[in-house]
């Protein structure tokens, strides 16, 4: 997972507030609950001391967010006063939570938020398709493509000579709607640089636009049906890339220990690859409640097991923190990326390590 969207996050003095918050609504009286989930959760921000201005922003975007009904879920990050970094969700999150901390409490979220797989689904028929995307970032894009009016579909109820001539004349215009849907696919795979295409819709369609879509892309894509099958597809299909994502940096880790080359294990040799910007991919167990921790400062290098350590660097009242959020700072700040480990995974009790960019 690439971190750099964490960068702007972290460009503000802590204290931070870190809230994760339950808003379903699935019962008449669900607001009321909502509400009621949300004065608990900011109870306990104020039992941890949260400044106030901080507090009365997070307030704010909660009652907003309430209002406009528009998550079941939300993720936030505030300092400073003001609210750094929100994440809507379609459901609650994983557990509710409110913390207050020197740095953001990132880990559930990103375990929430996993890798995001550039994609591209296109619904298709005779007469053109609709194309939706998504990319890296998590941004949409929809397209429709309005094939040409004329006859797309095969009749035998003229005679042979003007039944022939219609058939030929579907065929065309099925054709000819087929190249402009597919090269649509092209264009909006390569603006999102696409991991996986799914095409679902009319199988006839379906057949002549796999035609018109370069290789390039073809090799990237899945035919499905409709509806629920085609939900059910796409979400097969990113979950089967995050696997294979998960296994190359997992297979790649294992192999790199094992020649003692650019790889290292355990939270001191971690740690220590951390603060000199040598960590390409950070591997942590998928552990929110992991309770490993470090001294920090106010620089993304400044992470270490002992304070006095961060005294040698001028650090001159280290904090005590996460090392999970410790790392993921470090981390984000030299555009490495994250690699949580499935609990059931072959490296599932590693903890912490690391692939390397280089040796020293």
């Not at 005294?311 to 999970?324: F, I």
């Not at 993921?328 to 480990?341: H, M, Q, Y």
Request: with cysteine; proline share 6%.
């Amino acid at each position: 997972m690439d971190l750099s969207f964490l960068k702007p996050l972290y460009s503000r003095p802590g204290p931070y507030a870190s809230v994760y918050a339950d808003l379903t609504r699935t019962t008449e009286d669900a607001p009321k609950a909502a509400e009621l989930r949300w004065r608990a959760l900011r109870a306990d921000l104020e039992a941890q001391r949260a400044p106030r201005e901080t507090l009365k922003a997070i307030d704010e975007a909660i009652g907003h967010e309430l209002e406009l009904r528009r998550s079941e879920g939300l993720i936030l990050f505030a300092a400073g006063g003001e609210v750094v970094h929100t994440e809507r969700l379609p459901e609650a999150p994983a557990a509710s939570l409110a913390r207050v901390s020197p740095l953001p409490h990132v880990l559930p979220y990103l375990a929430e938020r996993g890798e995001r797989y550039p994609h591209v689904v296109a619904v298709v028929d005779r007469q053109g398709g609709e194309i939706d995307s998504v990319d890296a970032e998590g941004r949409r894009r929809h397209v429709d493509v309005q094939g040409d009016e004329g006859p797309v579909r095969k009749t035998k109820s003229a005679g042979d000579a003007e039944s022939s001539h219609l058939q030929r004349l579907a065929e065309n215009g099925l054709r000819a709607n087929a190249k402009k849907v597919g090269r649509e696919i092209d264009r909006t795979a390569r603006r999102c640089h696409a991991e996986a295409v799914l095409i679902a819709g009319d199988p006839r369609a379906r057949t002549a636009v796999l035609d018109e879509i370069s290789e390039g892309v073809r090799e990237h894509t899945v035919e499905s049906g409709r509806g629920a099958e085609l939900s059910s597809e796409l979400s097969r299909v990113l979950s089967l890339k995050k696997a294979e994502r998960v296994m190359a940096v997992a297979e790649r880790f294992d192999r790199e220990l094992a020649n003692g080359e650019r790889a290292v294990a355990g939270l001191p040799a971690t740690v220590e690859a951390a603060r000199r910007g040598q960590i390409e991919s950070l591997l942590l167990d998928e552990d929110p409640e992991s309770p490993a921790q470090l001294w920090i400062g106010p620089d993304s290098t400044h992470l270490a097991a002992d304070p006095e350590e961060l005294t040698q660097y001028g650090v001159d009242e280290p904090q005590r923190e996460r090392a999970d959020a410790a790392l993921v700072r470090a981390v984000a700040a030299t555009d490495g990326e994250l690699v949580i480990l499935p609990s059931n995974g072959p490296d599932a009790e590693l903890g912490v390590g690391a692939v390397l960019r280089f040796r020293t």
